[in-house]
């Protein structure tokens, strides 16, 4: 009986002493958790309880209350702990930091963008919580580029999220020549002071059995092209048209000739051109004006294959004749 009376002493003098002293950890803490940073829940550790909780900015959750001079867990996404239930002189806890974690718009990597923005990086992208929460979306048919001009509509966004130019077709007519990738560029030629090369019947006019080749299309590169070799194929034409053209950065002069194929006389002079043309596919398109009135002629659209010199031209003829003229580039 009286060891239990010793050690019952023993216990409530050490309960009772003012002399208690605390360890470094313990006296970190205090009345408010230590909030943690970047999403990290701080707990408090020692301290006597103090009376001032801590506070997050973003989402702040109070933590649970310490007894007996522990401090309170603090709370979830950056809050402060809250006091403990001793008093004492203990400091309030260290308010944590998070927006990112309580992003209500877009959390993209480290950053939370609100709803609506765009991409600094890439103005065809957007964020929209309704599409995704975790990157941006494309932002189709918003404003992008270049804006409008007399060759070119606004630019815009298109479902890739990349920006798009709304060109008008290149020949186009614009201030001064024709519209080319968008940019009103002023033509080479003109029907004042034309200077094709001269459209003469060349020396190599053949009839051809069987079918031609297919055309293939490719580049025209600038040039002037004089034919120097005529194939007539299932010949039932009486004469045809002899053509020279100069091409140039979209822009072409021309010349055309009617000729009797059987003899080689010209029926008309020349008849001069000037304007512009667009390949596409195997076809060549010309937009042209006719530098003399007297005459209603028209050089129509072409199927063609680029060689490394020139290009071939194949026109089928109202009578079944296919006229394939080889042209040399200069």
């Known amino acids: ?88 002189d203990g400091d309030a806890g260290m308010a944590g930091s998070n927006d990112v974690a309580t992003c209500a718009d877009c959390r993209i990597g480290a950053v939370c963008v609100g709803k609506g923005s765009r991409n600094p990086a890439n103005p065809c992208e957007i964020c929209d919580v309704s599409r995704a929460r975790d990157s941006y979306s494309p932002n189709t048919g918003a404003n ?34 024709a519209c080319q990738a968008g940019v009103c560029k002023t033509s080479p030629f003109d029907c004042i002071a034309p200077t094709p090369p001269l459209a003469g019947l060349p020396s190599q006019v053949y009839g051809a059995t069987g079918t031609p080749a297919a055309a293939s299309g490719g580049t025209i590169a600038d040039g002037r092209y004089t034919p120097k070799r005529v194939d007539l194929y299932n010949q039932s034409a009486v004469g045809i048209d002899v053509r020279t053209f100069e091409f140039k950065a979209g822009f072409v002069q021309a010349a055309l000739r009617y000729f009797n194929v059987s003899n080689g006389v010209a029926y008309i002079p ?10 596409s596919a195997s076809s060549l398109k010309f937009d042209l004006e006719r530098c003399d009135p007297n005459y209603d002629l028209s050089i129509p659209n072409l199927s063609y294959t680029a060689t490394a010199n020139g290009m071939v031209t194949y026109e089928t003829l109202n009578d079944g004749t296919i006229v394939v003229t080889s042209y040399l580039r200069e």
């Open 1 to 88: 009986m009286v060891r239990w009376c010793c050690l019952v002493a023993v216990v409530a003098f050490a309960c009772s002493s003012s002399e208690r002293r605390f360890s470094s950890s313990e006296q970190n803490g205090g009345a408010g958790g230590l909030a943690g940073l970047n999403g990290e829940s701080g707990r408090a550790t020692g301290g006597s309880g103090g009376v001032t909780a801590g506070s997050g900015p973003v989402g702040s959750e109070a933590g649970e209350a310490g007894a007996d001079a522990a401090a309170g867990a603090a709370g979830t996404d950056g809050g402060g702990g809250a006091a403990g239930s001793d008093t004492g």
């Open 144 to 177: 992008c580029g270049s804006g409008a001009s007399e060759c070119s509509a606004q630019d815009t966004c298109d479902e890739r999220a990349v920006c798009q130019t709304n060109d008008v077709v290149s020949g186009t007519h614009c201030t001064g020549g």
């Open 270 to 279: 020349e008849v001069q051109f000037a304007g512009t043309f667009s390949a």
